[in-house]
T-cell receptor
Framework: GAVVSQHPSWVICKSGTSVKIECRSLDFQATTMFWYRQFPKQSLMLMATSNEGSKATYEQGVEKDKFLINHASLTLSTLTVTSAHPEDSSFYIC????????????FGPGTRLLVL | GENVEQHPSTLSVQEGDSAVIKCTYSDSASNYFPWYKQELGKGPQLIIDIRSNVGEKKDQRIAVTLNKTAKHFSLHITETQPEDSAVYFCAASILTGGGNKLTFGTGTQLKVEL
């Protein structure tokens, strides 16, 4: 099956610093990837759609200058949380649709971010 | 936009019993309905999905049913085991051929007790 990886799996940073999270599709190409945010005991909330070779599209209420997305290749998308603050602490998860299997979406293992 | 409601929010069953989780969606154009299992601290794992051209799909102990007219779909787990304990999310989307945005339900915490 399709595998999506994320790095790092967890990160602790000081308030005001920037953090980059990588999402990779390991055995398939993904022209589109999705970034979600999940708070404890809540559902997944879509933040943005990452498009290879073009700008990401953000969901309403998500600050594009705060959450920078770069989809540099067909297997890699990155999410950078800029000037992180404690309220940005969350579980960030990416997904990629495997178009070779009817657009089934496969999720990464998630990245736990804690901003002190 | 699409809105997905999911019930119940928590479900406790005895090992060996069946568990049923129900979801309703609002957008009649939605045609793809996956179910994900999420264990604590991990990403969601696809367990089964169904497209709108079928009414039921089964994979061993797991089955999903879809009623397009009523716009609801359900997950059925039979012969539950302790390892089935997790949070389950339903989702709905419209297949576009290039990457479909999923709208998730609020999740169901399933606990299988010995």
């Amino acid at each position: 099956g399709a595998v999506v990886s994320q790095h790092p799996s967890w990160v602790i940073c000081k308030s005001g610093t920037s953090v980059k999270i990588e999402c990779r599709s390991l055995d398939f190409q993904a022209t589109t990837m999705f970034w979600y945010r999940q708070f404890p005991k809540q559902s997944l909330m879509l933040m943005a759609t990452s498009n290879e070779g073009s700008k990401a599209t953000y969901e309403q209420g998500v600050e594009k200058d705060k959450f920078l997305i770069n989809h540099a290749s067909l297997t890699l998308s990155t999410l950078t949380v800029t000037s992180a603050h404690p309220e940005d602490s969350s579980f960030y998860i990416c997904s990629a649709p495997w178009t070779g299997f009817g657009e089934t979406q496969y999720f990464g293992p998630g990245t736990r971010l804690l901003v002190l | 936009g699409e809105n997905v409601e999911q019930h119940p929010s928590t479900l406790s069953v005895q090992e060996g019993d069946s568990a049923v989780i129900k979801c309703t969606y609002s957008d009649s154009a939605s045609n793809y309905f996956p179910w994900y299992k999420q264990e604590l601290g991990k990403g969601p794992q696809l367990i089964i999905d169904i497209r709108s051209n079928v009414g039921e799909k089964k994979d061993q102990r797991i089955a999903v049913t879809l009623n397009k007219t009523a716009k609801h779909f359900s997950l059925h787990i039979t012969e539950t085991q302790p390892e089935d304990s997790a949070v389950y999310f339903c989702a709905a989307s419209i297949l576009t051929g290039g990457g479909n945005k999923l709208t998730f339900g609020t999740g169901t915490q399933l606990k299988v007790e010995l």
